[in-house]
């Protein structure tokens, strides 16, 4: 078992809807990452969160440290927002990642 | 990000041969990391450095080996390629518990 678990796997939206995609980690942690990669590109950070709720344009991240549980939302979401978004949780001197949730967005 | 850079982006070998894949930062981060992305598998931390001439492995090292000379570059070497290793390899740099982590654009590796 993944120390960092994300559901769904695979997600297909239409444009507009409002996404949740959820992590969920097994151990205390400091931080949790949210990276996003675009098919066939390079891996960029969004979110760094250790409490509480970031904004960020059309992207909202939150984590509940009791529960061990971050969400990541989209709003009004675009085709381009197509992408795999990854949750990694911070751990002494690296991440731990999970494994991803592809995104679709259909026009 | 131009602040660091990745060498080759795309490289085809052969079993048995030796390839080294360079990462080069341009910030002067301390951390630097190489990771596999492999279908299934997410990232994958092979090895990282906490430092110039400071090493560590990580999930998944065996078959490969790292050096820091200078703490803007962290060289990957396969030093016998195996089909297995067909991956699409990161570097990275920052990105410990509380600070971000910045990500070089990739080398498709292929391996025949």
């Known amino acids: 078992k993944n120390e960092v678990e994300q559901s769904p796997q695979n997600l297909t939206a239409q444009e507009g809807e409002f996404i949740t995609i959820n992590c969920s980690y097994s151990?205390?942690?400091?931080?949790l990452h949210w990276l996003q990669q675009h098919p066939g590109g390079g891996i960029v950070s969004l979110f760094m969160?250790?409490?509480g709720k970031k904004k960020h344009g059309r992207l909202i991240a939150t984590i509940n440290i009791q529960e061990k549980h971050s969400s990541l939302h989209i709003t009004a979401s675009h085709p381009r927002d197509s992408a795999v978004y990854i949750c990694?949780?911070?751990?002494?001197?690296?991440?731990?990642f999970g494994t991803g949730t592809l995104l679709a967005v259909q026009p | 990000d131009a602040g660091i850079t990745q060498s080759p982006r795309y490289k085809i070998t052969e079993t048995g041969r030796q390839v080294t894949l360079m990462c080069h930062q341009t910030?002067?981060?301390?951390?630097m990391f190489w990771y596999r992305q492999d279908l299934g598998h997410g990232l994958r931390l092979i090895y990282y450095?906490?430092?110039?001439?400071?090493?560590d492995k990580g999930e998944v090292p065996d078959g490969y080996v790292v050096s820091r000379s200078k703490t803007e570059n962290f060289p990957l070497t396969l030093e016998s390629a195996t089909r297995s290793q067909t991956s699409v390899y990161f570097c990275?740099?920052?990105?410990?518990?509380?600070?971000?982590?910045?990500f070089g654009p990739g080398t498709r590796l292929t391996v025949l």
């Open positions: 910030w002067s981060h301390s951390y």
């Open positions: 151990v205390g942690i400091s931080a």
């Open positions: 990694a949780r911070g751990a002494t001197n690296k991440l731990i």
């Open positions: 969160l250790s409490s």
């Open positions: 990275a740099i920052g990105g410990t518990d509380y600070r971000e982590q910045f």
């Open positions: 450095s906490a430092a110039a001439d400071i090493t």
